[in-house]
């Protein structure tokens, strides 16, 4: 198993180009079952995506993927389709889910693995088959399977969630795009990668208008040779906003676009964060004075759950005790115990962390759990005292490309090994 080495305490300065969106380039990767030719461009070369793609594959699809021009051409032919999304391919990476909408629009039926639990909490999908019934599905769980039929097609109608979430949104669209007839949504999740890939579907014609929490979809869709170029990802953005903010000189993140992360801006803004923003980049500074603050985590636009465990190295820094209140996953604080282990002074009550700074983090051997908490595990290093090393990186490669290649480019001292 890989591990990352990383000596703490030296002053970053340089550019950082943030990539394409993991989380945007995933569901418009499940809608180009949908299509005959897609070209999707500015994709970040991430495990889950080349995971994804051979979902695809498995499916029956083909596709080439250019790593130079960090670009896929993704091709559905209609032959040999096995609408059959298998456990091994499943397991390692939830959003394969997402194939489940579009299968059962576009073939009717579809075998799903079910995701199962990862770490950050039980991961449910009753959501997703809420909405498909209420377009008609019939739904079956067996084996660890979930078995969706729509003989006579998808119908539209009309659905309230329950609850806020992103995948199930995205899933009932992917379905409501073939379904008969108008499709009306309330009570969805509006997050940047779903307007992404709303605004993907409506280059093949379909009809969608967001309009606070309530989507309309009504389709059908057409098949035709599109590209589409995928969103920056705001949460490595925001990753590398609080990195600078803890151990830059001056850092220059390029290739975004800084209205995606309006909330986390104001937050950083109230910590004392010096920034200087234009639409286009964002310059951040090392900040002397860190000030405290209590957060929660709420659905777009609130402050968003992936940078939860960032923010909270943060808040080691700041003078006084600061608090975040974990609202979206049931078991999202992971890193802590780590953290303790590097000298941080964290607290944890339900779901609640209360976080007392200034603390000195001091290098120490850690352990990467999830995709998020391994990052704040980096950021704690880039700031603790001598040699941090932190194992399980696979959690990392799996949403974050090229992040040793990234940091290193900007002074620091970090290796992997
Ligand atoms: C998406 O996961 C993201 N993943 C997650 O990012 C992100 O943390 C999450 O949205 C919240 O913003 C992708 O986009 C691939 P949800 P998703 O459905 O869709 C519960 C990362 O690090 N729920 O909005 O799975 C669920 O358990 C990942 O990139 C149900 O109860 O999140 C959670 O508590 C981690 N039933 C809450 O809703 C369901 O059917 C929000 O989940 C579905 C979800």
Known sequence: ????????????????????????????LA????????IITNIPLVNDIFTMLDLLKFI?????????????????????????????????????????????????????SLPGGCAIGSRPVDLHLFALKKLGAKIKIKNGYIFATASSGLKGSKIRFPRISVGATENTILAAVQAKGKTILDNCAIEPEIHDLV???????????????KITIEGPIVQKKISHKVIC????????????????????LTNIESNLIKKEISILKKMGVQMKISKKNIKVFKSKKIRKINIKTEPYPGF?????????????????????????????????????????KIEVKNNTAYITGPSLLTG???????????????LAALIAEKRTSINRIYHLDRGYQNLEKKLINCEARIKRV
């Open 31 to 38: 809608a180009t079952i949908l299509n005959n030719k897609t």
């Open 233 to 252: 990802d705001r949460i490595e953005l925001g990753t590398y906003l609080i990195g600078g903010a803890l151990a830059a000189k001056k850092l220059n």
């Open 364 to 378: 120490a051997e850690v352990m990467a759990t999830d995709l998020r908490a391994s990052v704040s595990l980096v």
């Open 304 to 344: 968003p759950t992936d940078l939860q465990a960032q923010i909270m190295i943060l808040m080691t820094q700041a003078k006084g005790i600061s608090k975040i209140k974990e609202n979206i996953f049931e078991n999202r604080f992971m890193h802590v115990p780590e953290l303790r282990r590097m000298g941080a």
């Open 60 to 112: 029956g699809l083909e596709y080439k993927l250019s790593k130079k021009k960090n670009s896929v051409e993704v091709f559905n032919s209609d032959k040999n389709i096995n609408i059959l999304a298998p456990y091994k391919l499943v397991k390692t990476m939830r959003a394969g889910i997402l194939v489940l909408g579009p299968l059962l629009a576009k073939y009717k039926k579809a075998k799903i």
């Open 1 to 28: 198993m890989q591990k990352l080495l990383i000596d703490g305490k030296n002053i970053l300065s340089g550019r950082i180009s943030i990539s394409g969106s993991k989380n945007a380039t995933l569901p418009i």
């Open 199 to 213: 605004k993907f579907l409506k280059k093949l014609g379909a009809k969608i208008k967001i309009k606070k929490r």
